[in-house]
């Protein structure tokens, strides 16, 4: 079989298609692998709001000590 001079054979010079699936962010994927993500607790300004209501502010005192232990005593 002879090609025309103008053609290219069908296997004439593809670049390799990589696929890189290696994503570190997903949660689920790195408890599989044996991994496990800890994440930094953040104050809700809701909680705070409710707890301005119910406590007179003393509530968000306690609260944003509990976040802030639980960060610190995890590296975070």
């Known amino acids: 079989m002879t090609t025309a001079s103008d053609q290219q054979p069908p296997h004439a010079a593809m670049p390799p298609i990589i696929i890189n699936n290696n994503v570190v962010a ?34 968000n005192v306690f609260y944003a000590m509990h976040i802030s232990r639980w960060n610190r005593d995890r590296g975070l």
């Open 26 to 59: 997903s949660a689920s994927a790195s408890a599989v692998a044996g991994g496990f993500v800890v994440r930094r607790r953040r104050q809700s300004p809701w909680a705070h709001f409710g707890l301005l209501m119910l406590t007179g502010g003393i509530g």
